[in-house]
């Protein structure tokens, strides 16, 4: 049972990297990484961080590599249960849903700056975000992603 569990969250994975690998090229025309045989492993282990939320009334995120982990204070399990609200202090939370709002319209934001918050309450300062929408194959909405490479710890 356990091997089979394993499976389908490989599965997962991989289909989730290819939506996010595939609509960061169509909003912003330029590849995110290169495409190949082990582009899972290599935006998992990639030097700026990923994330991406699904579409949950208040959304939790499915997705976090290990740059995004370290920088929340998060392993996999702990993001991956976490409402994506939480990514902000409360005073922040107003300016992040205005910019997610605003992607949900545009499909896209391309230089987002704010200050987010890891799980021991360390605070850090993001710019030159890029936010995008997730659809998968059959154009369904999935939810929003983000990358930066840009942060300072305050």
Same mark, same amino acid.
């Given at each position: 049972?356990?091997?089979? +569990?394993?499976?389908?969250?490989?599965?997962?994975?991989?289909?989730?990297?290819?939506?996010?690998?595939?609509?960061?090229?169509?909003?912003?025309?330029?590849?995110?990484?290169?495409?190949?045989?082990?582009?899972?492993?290599?935006?998992?282990?990639?030097?700026?961080?990923?994330?991406?939320?699904?579409?949950?009334?208040?959304?939790?995120?499915?997705?976090?590599?290990?740059?995004?982990?370290?920088?929340?204070?998060?392993?996999?399990?702990?993001?991956? @249960?976490?409402? +994506?609200?939480?990514?902000?202090?409360?005073?922040?939370?107003?300016?992040?849903?205005?910019?997610?709002?605003?992607?949900? +319209?545009?499909?896209?934001?391309?230089?987002?700056?704010?200050?987010?918050?890891? @799980?021991?309450?360390?605070?850090?300062?993001?710019?030159?975000?890029?936010?995008?929408?997730?659809?998968?194959?059959?154009?369904?909405?999935?939810?929003?992603? @983000?990358?930066?490479?840009?942060?300072?710890?305050?």
């Amino acid at each position: 049972m356990l091997s089979h +569990s394993l499976s389908r969250t490989k599965m997962d994975l991989i289909a989730h990297t290819k939506h996010l690998l595939e609509n960061y090229q169509r909003c912003f025309e330029t590849p995110l990484i290169e495409r190949g045989e082990n582009e899972v492993m290599e935006l998992m282990a990639a030097p700026f961080a990923v994330l991406s939320h699904g579409t949950q009334d208040d959304p939790i995120f499915n997705y976090g590599n290990l740059t995004a982990q370290v920088l929340f204070e998060m392993d996999w399990a702990t993001l991956t @249960a976490l409402p +994506s609200r939480y990514s902000a202090e409360p005073m922040h939370r107003d300016e992040r849903q205005q910019l997610l709002n605003e992607v949900t +319209s545009k499909g896209y934001s391309e230089n987002y700056r704010g200050i987010r918050i890891s @799980a021991s309450g360390r605070r850090f300062y993001i710019d030159s975000a890029r936010i995008w929408t997730l659809r998968n194959e059959y154009d369904a909405y999935i939810g929003q992603a @983000a990358i930066f490479s840009d942060w300072q710890w305050l």
